[in-house]
């Protein structure tokens, strides 16, 4: 009884005859490339998954070396720039990171349900789960952390080892912690950089929203204040820069969760009916609306919210029952703050294995039908008002920060940019990018939250713009037909 977007996925290969996810443009033709004024010998990054190469649910080898900061440093190399060491998974498969830690299921895929024939993400098992770093964590360049907020960024606790159940724990730090339990991310970071450190890549605060998003809502603890965001926003870049106060640096801010197919792969009306079904759905609901009606005419709910509220199922594609704590409270009544879902719904990614599927292996309770989908499946129009409130906010402080050390950041506005891609102007070689995960143009991964390779190198020459702009430098940029996309269905 589930339908998801994905079936376009199928067309999409046929039409484009894509086999591999790379495309054959001529290499860009660049100029002398010249540092111009600030010197790339040693790059630092610090930020979340993104910068630490996430993609697919996961981090694994070839998602770690096509992070967004791997290859702006590769072009650097090209004006100056010298190596620039990561802490190593070695994971063919990975670690995926939505998972407990030590998890041995793998990375997200795009797989043909056998069943329904649609193309689901599904995770690879078994996988590889995540060990310590063998290497030298003298000579790290990348601290790029997956789950990383600013919190977790300063805090000691993050890297505790010895106290796994700590709410800041991130074993995908501590893996790689020069002292776990003591070091913060930030403090080593800051140590890489006085260690001959001269320039920075700085792109934390994105998940001090993220989590909040992914979650539907549900747990509005996950947003920080306004002015807790600030304090510790501009600690950790202050000390990043305090390290070394010759180094300049490039600083990026949060995309609008309108830019991820995360909240958009999925429809509201995803829930396919025929007639038959269609009407045992609508029998189980008689009672409820009867129910409706008499509160309504109560007085209790106004005519606007009992239509809201009212679950009629038609014969075909259909919203589906859905929890909405906004609602008026009826359970005095006997009434459950339900409805069904439409267009201004938010409706995550992950509901596409579970909507219309038997729950608990109870074939009369199916989830969107006579079970409503939970909250953490859903961003309600009041939560994503939220969200772009806090978004806007927190950008502000970060743009602010940016200008009071102006002689030695630029902001790189990744907002902007992404929403460029959700509107369709962007391309390369007059091919797209687009804001999805439908192979070979889709820009994000698989769990449609992290840019892929192609996406990526696109980025990688937004920083160069920005560098460029800013410093008169002449930075190769990268051909982004060169790098893969999403593998095809499996």
């Known amino acids: 009884m589930k339908r998801t977007e994905n079936f376009l996925y199928l067309v999409a290969f046929l039409l484009l005859g894509a086999c591999d996810g790379f495309y054959e443009f001529p290499e860009i033709e660049n100029p002398e490339p010249s ?35 791997v290859i702006l440093a590769e072009q650097l190399k090209e004006a100056g720039g010298g190596e620039f060491n990561l802490p190593d998974v070695d994971a063919e498969v990975g670690s995926y990171v939505l998972s407990p830690p030590g998890t041995t299921i793998g990375r997200l895929i795009l797989r043909v349900d056998a069943n329904s024939g649609s193309v689901i993400p599904s995770p690879i098992v078994p996988g590889n789960p995540l060990l310590p770093f063998d290497g030298n964590r003298a000579e790290i360049n990348n601290f790029g952390v997956n789950g990383m907020n600013l919190a977790a960024a300063l805090s000691p606790e993050t890297g505790n080892i010895n106290a796994p159940e700590h709410p800041l724990f991130n074993l995908h730090y501590a893996r790689f912690a020069s002292n776990p339990g003591t070091s913060t991310l930030v403090a080593d970071a800051a140590a890489a950089l006085a260690d001959g450190g001269t320039f920075l890549i700085f792109w934390l605060g994105k998940n001090d929203v993220l989590p909040y998003a992914l979650q539907g809502g549900a747990n509005p603890a996950l947003l920080p204040a306004d002015e807790t965001f600030e304090q510790l926003y501009n600690t950790a870049l202050n000390t990043l820069l305090q390290a070394n106060p010759d180094a300049k640096g490039v600083v990026a801010n949060i995309p609008s969760l309108n830019s991820l197919p995360f909240f958009s792969t999925i429809s509201w009306n995803a829930l396919p009916l025929n007639q038959s079904l269609a009407g045992l759905a609508n029998g189980a609901y008689t009672q409820y609306n009867q129910a409706l009606n008499e509160v309504a005419q109560a007085g209790l709910i106004t005519d606007t919210e009992r239509n809201l509220r009212t679950i009629t199922f038609q014969p075909g594609f259909n919203g589906f029952v859905m929890e909405d704590k906004t609602l008026t409270d009826l359970s005095a009544s006997g009434i459950p703050s339900i409805r069904l879902s439409n267009a201004n719904d938010k409706v995550a990614l992950t509901l596409a294995t579970v909507l219309g599927e038997p729950v608990g292996g109870n074939n009369s309770a199916i989830r969107g039908v006579t079970v409503p989908v939970e909250d953490q499946y859903v961003l309600l129009p009041s939560e994503q008002e939220i969200l772009e409130e806090k978004i806007n906010t927190f950008n502000g402080f970060i743009e602010a920060a940016v200008a009071s050390q102006s002689d030695r950041l630029v902001l790189v506005d990744v907002k902007a940019f992404l929403d460029q891609v959700a509107a369709g102007t962007v ?32 980025l990688a020459n937004y920083f160069i713009e920005a560098i460029e702009a800013k410093w008169g430098s002449t930075i190769p940029k990268v051909n982004p037909n060169a790098f893969m996309g999403n593998d095809l269905p499996r």
């Open 35 to 69: 540092p111009g004024q600030v010197d790339f010998s040693k790059t630092i990054a610090i930020g979340s998954s993104v910068t630490a190469g996430v993609m697919d649910g996961a981090l694994y080898n070839r998602s770690q070396q096509n992070s967004y900061a």
């Open 427 to 458: 391309n390369a070689g007059s091919v797209p990018l687009t804001n999805s995960i439908v192979p070979p143009n889709g820009g994000f991964s698989v769990d449609g939250v992290h840019t892929n390779a192609r996406a990526n190198a696109f």
